[in-house]
């Protein structure tokens, strides 16, 4: 469960009073989305054969999407992974010079974080659990069940910290996998971006991956991000915030199905949240952004002056 001009006509959301410790990253309050303001009385008087009773409340929207961030401060670089409602989860400091790619698993409470040609992992309780050396040039990891899947460039390597390194061996030749993340099912999505037209890849663990979409885009500007949306369908978002499908791409359209116009250029991780259906876009610069379904945003998380966002992704 891991800025602003608008379009004319958006609305944009009330505006919240953050509290926020000097050298902490601050969420905005969580907002209940399915509290009903309306207070005039029902006055459908159906009798319900079955209990004489009308217990329709409709169904519940709440976040569901968590995020985890590496950053420096002047206290040193650390992680810390935020709650769906903004709060904070875990915190690791004094990591040294852990600013690279990061990802946080809930169910295990570990995350792990590429740093200074290492994959470390970051234990529940605190501190290192082991620290991996070999992985200099990082782009992206994700976790799962105590897995983490780390995109290379020319390779996608699973780890598990037992039997160690996996290469996975992919049957076309890959040289820029430039975003790796969790599919539904048990699937990973893994994206190259480089020479041109971008490929996605689905993988289940046993075989070799699978590439669902070639040359899915004309270009990599729009796929250098791929998660999990609606349904588990693989989606994209740009750099500057707008959110596409993949499979629209690869059939030619490029109407985005959300996108944030404040006028970004250094978004590096979107999510989608099914617990309210928004979208969820990382800005180090900004932080956090929220679209529904009008593309109407909310900035839910933010850096303060003492704290540096370095990479983001979502849980």
């Known amino acids: 469960m891991i800025l602003l001009s608008l379009l004319a006509g958006c609305h944009v959301f009330e505006v919240v009073a953050i509290d926020c410790a000097s050298d902490e990253p601050c969420a905005r309050p969580a907002k209940d989305r399915a509290t009903d303001t309306d207070t005039a009385v ?25 995020w985890v961030v590496s950053g420096s401060s002047g206290g040193g670089n650390r992680v810390v992974a935020f709650s769906p409602a903004g709060g904070t989860v875990a915190a690791w400091t004094d ?39 070999g992985y200099a040039y990082v782009r992206d990891v994700a976790t799962r069940d105590d897995i983490v899947y780390v995109a290379t460039g020319d390779n996608l390597i699973a780890y598990d910290g037992i039997a160690e390194t996996r290469d996975v061996a992919f049957t076309t030749s ?40 070639t040359d899915y885009d004309t270009s990599g500007a729009r796929a250098q991000i791929v998660f999990a949306g609606p349904d588990g369908a693989p989606h994209t978002c740009s750099s500057a915030g707008a959110v596409y499908a993949v499979a629209s791409l690869a059939s030619g359209s490029s109407r985005p199905v959300a996108f944030y116009s404040g006028g970004l250029t250094d978004v590096s991780a979107c999510a989608y949240d099914p617990g309210d259906e928004t979208w969820l876009l990382f800005s180090p610069t900004v932080g956090v952004i929220r679209l529904d379904a009008q593309s109407r945003a909310e900035v839910v998380f933010e850096p303060v002056s003492s704290y540096t966002l370095v990479r983001a992704s979502f849980y």
């Open 42 to 66: 029902d006055t459908d008087t159906d009798t319900d054969t079955d209990s004489g009773t009308d217990t329709d409340t409709g169904p519940v929207v709440a976040p569901t999407v968590g």
């Open 174 to 213: 890959v040289t820029g996998l430039a975003a790796v993340s969790l599919g539904p099912d048990g699937l990973v999505y893994a994206s190259d971006t480089d020479g041109g037209a971008p490929d996605l890849y689905t993988w289940d663990g046993a075989a070799s991956p699978a590439a669902v979409h």
């Open 95 to 133: 990591l040294g010079d852990a600013e690279g790619p990061v990802a946080y698993d809930p169910v295990t409470g570990n995350a792990v974080v590429a740093s200074g040609g290492q994959l470390v992992v970051l234990g529940a309780g605190g501190g290192v659990l082991r620290a991996v050396d």
